[in-house]
């Protein structure tokens, strides 16, 4: 409805390799992704052939060391890949964070050897992962899970069932967090289970409000053997394998986030400039004015926040309360932004014409994801004043 073109964002780059690889992605989104993001997300399509383009590009590794098939990025640069990801597709943007994330646990606690055999194919092979953490009585305290893995010989034998699944049912690999051992957190351990394994079957997706071209769903696990060369870490190790996992997989989600936001305020934007109400642009009027101002501002201040954690994060220094701060900010931003977003499109907004409609259902599940919002206070807050008293 506008002549106005949207801006891309500047980023302010470390190196002009990262500067090339942003190239890079901004020109697979305007080729690959952003023209089929809206009909796809309706149809419920995932994109696999997208996430095998991402790999054969040397993208679904980037924080990964490159003799491995990585790319040796800084989490700085990651991030705002992903952002770039997730402003033309959350589904994409979303994907790729969570097959990062399954590929941690090998990466960071993962013999040698283990590295040697599985991480190539992992991070550049074409193949995709998936995080099994939840379960459906065992979310924000996943502590207490209850799928078991119990010792046979050179084998595991893990039986139970895991919940909100992304790539449940189509991902190559995941990595699984069971119960080998006593209750609580020091009972858990993490293997890397392959997808065809036997025993291992999807339910039907969920019937999801957004993201329903990503599929999550319930696995289950029915006798599942893993020889012992699969599992990743020490016996009991595997809790804080996951937490080690979710500190990085929240600044993902906030990135994504961010992306959505700055979407939508793209659309809030064209649309309010071209839009004639009283014989000129509805961007005249200070009521709307003021509203992307304030969408704008909050973009940026979640961009600041994600991007300070993740360079803690590459510096080697601690990042866990900034990345709650980051995943809580950014996606309570982008949940403002995109509703504020539909509202400046009016009626519009509310249709299937447009894309904020779709960019507001989106944001709702960032805020839930990899720990809900309540659980990053939490988080924050025990940072500030240690744990709670019983």
Known sequence: ???????LVERRLPTEESTQLVALVRDIVQREIAPRA????DAGRFPREVFTLLSESGLLGLPYDSAYGGGDQPYEVYLQ???????????????????????????GYGTKEQQAEHLPAMLGGGLLGAYCLSEPASGSDAASLRTKAVRDGDDWVITGTKAWITHGGIADFY?????????????????????????????????????????TAQLHFDGVRVPDARRIGEEGQGFAI????????????????????????????????????????????????????????????????????????????????????????CTDAAMRVTVDAVQVLGGYGYTLD???ERLMREAKVLQIVEGTNQIQRMVIARHLAGPETR
Do not use: W
Request: net charge neutral; hydrophobic share 50%; with cysteine.
């Open 242 to 329: 996951a937490l080690s996992a979710l500190d990085s997989g929240r600044l993902g989600i906030a990135a994504c986030a961010i992306g959505v936001a700055q979407a939508a305020l793209n659309e809030a934007v064209g649309y309010a400039t071209g839009r004639q109400q009283f014989g000129r642009p509805i961007a005249d009027f200070q009521g709307l004015r003021f509203m992307l101002a304030d969408m704008a501002t909050q973009i940026e201040a979640g961009r600041a926040l994600y991007l300070e954690a993740a360079r803690l994060r590459d510096a080697g220094r601690p990042f866990s309360r900034q990345a709650a701060m980051a995943k809580l900010f």
């Open 81 to 107: 890949v992903l952002e770039e990801l997730a402003a033309a597709r959350l589904t994409v943007g979303l994907g790729v964070s969570v097959h990062s994330l399954a590929c941690h646990a090998l990466a």
């Open 354 to 356: 447009f894309p904020v």
């Open 1 to 7: 409805m506008s002549d106005r073109a949207p801006q």
């Open 175 to 215: 990595t699984v967090l069971a119960r080998s051992g006593v209750e609580g957190a020091r009972g858990i351990t993490a293997f890397l289970v392959p997808g065809d394994a036997e025993g291992l079957n999807a339910a039907l997706p969920e019937k999801k409000m957004g993201m329903k071209g990503s599929p």
């Open 38 to 41: 809206a009909e796809e997300e």
